[in-house]
Each structure stands twice: as structure tokens, then as C-alpha cells.
């Protein structure tokens, strides 16, 4: 079957079939003639900033909430040691003072008995001394009890204090290596960046 061409003006003119197909191949491809685009080239080829991953200088511990409530604990420890101080002070405190009155107490008597012989105040004056020793040896007690609860708490303060120091030296450690890896890394980044500065003056 032939295709029929119609030009202006003029007779329709025949085409074998095929023709259109073959003028349509034998027009040139956009890319013949085209140069190759070269290959792209990373930025450390092309002199960009360097590839090295910059690492985070703020130092964060894993461990610093755990450590807050130890430091936390330690302070309460620390605060009731402290109280039991000061409760420990007062009974002392007490024991002088009952021990003060005893004294002056057993330094009456024998002026007492040089006087004219009064049985009633004497057995007044020996009863009031032995309230006294009473009151002294109870006041005495009540420090030795005040005593082991300051030993108590201490205990309680250093085992507090070692919790804490652990991880004080763990966090030091951690601390020192990042500072370490920090410098590091800086030093490979300021290398990549003279390499690429050798690169583009020896390309120049």
C-alpha cells in the first residue's frame, strides 16, 4: 500500500511505504556527536571539606543520673551524721553538767556533817547525791548510745562516699578518653585538609 503525499499547489506524490520509518532512523541522534560527560568525583577530589565524621565535643556520661542519686544519698547521709553530731553534743553536754552537780553535791557533805548533827538533811543531801549518780550514769548511757549512732551514720557516709567515687573515676576515665578521641579525630581532619591543599597547588 502506497501513502499518498500532498504538497501545496501541486499533485499528490507517492511514497513506497517504509519511507517515513526510514527518514525518521536516518535522522541523527541528539547524542552522536555529544562529548562524554566525565565521571563525577567525590569532594575530596574536588578539594570540598573534608570526609572525616566530626565526633560531638560535649562530653555526655551514660552513667551521670545514677550518679546524681548517689551524690544525692550521700548528702543526706552526710546530713544525718551531722544531726547525730549535734544530738551526741547535747548529751555530753547533760552528762558535764550532772557530773558538775554530783561534784559540788559530795563537796557539801562533809561541811554538812561539821555542823550541828541535822539526820533529816543529812538523809535529804545523800538522797538528792544519789539522784544524781542516777542521773549522771543515765546521762552517761544516753552518750554511748549517741556514740554508736554517730559510728553508725559514718558508716553509712563511707559507703555512700565509695558509691560515689566509683563512679566519679568512671566518668573521669570516659571524660578522658573522649578529650583523647577529640584530639585525635582534629588531627586526621587538619591532615585531610593540608593533603587537599598539596592537591590543588600540585594541580594549579
Do not use: N, W
Not at 520509518?21 to 578539594?47: I, K, N
Not at 546524681?68 to 543526706?76: F, L, S
Not at 549522771?136 to 544516753?142: D, G, I, N, P, Y
Request: glycine share 4%; charged share 35%.
Amino acid at each position: 500500500m502506497r501513502t499518498l503525499t500532498i504538497r501545496p499547489g501541486g499533485a499528490p506524490r507517492s511514497r513506497p511505504p517504509g519511507a517515513r520509518s526510514a527518514d525518521r532512523s536516518s535522522s541523527p541522534s541528539p547524542e552522536v556527536g555529544r562529548r562524554p560527560r566525565p565521571a563525577s568525583r567525590g569532594l575530596h577530589a574536588r578539594g570540598g571539606p573534608p570526609t572525616t565524621p566530626v565526633m560531638k565535643e560535649r562530653f555526655d556520661f551514660g552513667l551521670e543520673r545514677v550518679r546524681r542519686v548517689r551524690v544525692h544519698d550521700e548528702d543526706r547521709a552526710k546530713e544525718a551524721l551531722a544531726a547525730s553530731l549535734a544530738h551526741r553534743e547535747r548529751h555530753e553536754a547533760r552528762l558535764q553538767a550532772v557530773a558538775a552537780q554530783l561534784e559540788s553535791a559530795r563537796f557539801a557533805a562533809p561541811l554538812a556533817a561539821e555542823a550541828a548533827v541535822d539526820v533529816a538533811a543529812l538523809r535529804a543531801r545523800q538522797a538528792y547525791v544519789e539522784r544524781l549518780e542516777r542521773t549522771r550514769l543515765v546521762a552517761a548511757l544516753e552518750v554511748d548510745r549517741a556514740d554508736a549512732e554517730v559510728d553508725a551514720r559514718r558508716t553509712v557516709v563511707t559507703a555512700a562516699s565509695r558509691k560515689r567515687e566509683v563512679l566519679d573515676r568512671l566518668r573521669d576515665r570516659q571524660a578522658a578518653a573522649h578529650r583523647l578521641e577529640i584530639a585525635r579525630a582534629e588531627g586526621v581532619r587538619l591532615d585531610e585538609i593540608a593533603l587537599q591543599g598539596h592537591l590543588r597547588a600540585k594541580a594549579a
